[in-house]
């Protein structure tokens, strides 16, 4: 009995994450890393293993250009699709199956470039994904799969807080971390700075839940040091059926955090079901929190 080869493997681009990525593929025995591409000077002709922090050599330098074929190619050099399309066909038309992190890829909304990378991978019959923790499963798979057993959707609310202080440096620019106060709106002015892939996870979960928009709006802001928590969340009349609406802040001392909120109807006139006052009465709105807390210390006294 012949014994099973492994899937050859290239890592393309080696930064944080995909030393990372890197790490893992050495330790699957059904895989075997044949390459290993990025375009840092610093990293091009040393041993992937010496990049990538091992305590040993792996056999395989780090090249600026893939050489040779690999099974599969891990991508990882970019968040914006239109950056890193370029590189996507070129292995795709290698005859690679690719696996990307590149955030836009998940659920690309670029018709022009989706179109053109599906026909280079169906010519070559390969295979392109792109996927990660999020998107590709937090914002966007998970959910499609917790209300996958549902027989009934009113509403989705996903929320996301996110502390960048402790995360790689890279993504820490991404959200304006160290930034003065004109700078940031400037970034955020000019497109730099946005949650990335949040709107194609939106997209993805619309498309799996068979909602359509009317409306995505995308509010970024910088806000002062003591605004309270519940600033962030979208006022109820904003919440309206068939939008989404997503409030994203930097926190002060470089914490940056952001909450995604979606907000869908059922078809006809389903509306979420009627909750209890804190009476014992159906049908009514919740008291506010200060009534409550009065009424329970009455019943505790």
Known sequence: MNPVQPITVAQYG????????????????????????????????????????????IGVKV??????????????TGSRLRDVSGQLKDLLERGCHVVSTCEELSFPLDQQIREELQQTARSRNV????????????????????????????SVEIIRIQNASTR?????????????????RAAVAAGKIKHMGLRESLMMVGKGLGAEFESVPHLCRRPGRRRPPDDL?????????????????????????????????????QRRRPRRSSDGRDGGELDPPR?????RRADDG
């Open 233 to 269: 969340r979208p006022r109820k009349d904003q919440r309206e059926p068939g939008t989404a609406h997503v409030r994203w802040r930097r926190g002060c001392g470089g914490r940056p955090r952001d909450r995604a909120r979606r907000a869908g109807r059922g078809d006809g006139d």
């Open 168 to 184: 790689r440096e890279p993504l820490q620019r991404k959200v304006g971390a160290g930034m003065t106060q004109d700078e940031f």
């Open 14 to 57: 080696i930064g944080p994450i995909g030393a990372e990525i890197a790490r893992l593929l050495l330790t699957k025995p059904w895989l075997r890393v044949v390459a290993a591409v990025d375009v840092d000077p610093n990293k091009i002709g040393k041993d992937l293993g010496e990049v990538i922090g091992l305590d040993r050599q």
């Open 127 to 154: 295979t392109l994904l792109g996927t990660g923790v999020n998107p590709g499963f937090v914002m966007d798979k998970l959910p499609l799969t917790v209300t996958s057993v549902c027989q009934r959707i009113d």
């Open 291 to 295: 009534r409550q807390r009065k009424a």
């Open 63 to 76: 090249t600026r250009e893939l050489t040779g074929k690999a099974d599969v190619v891990c991508h990882s």
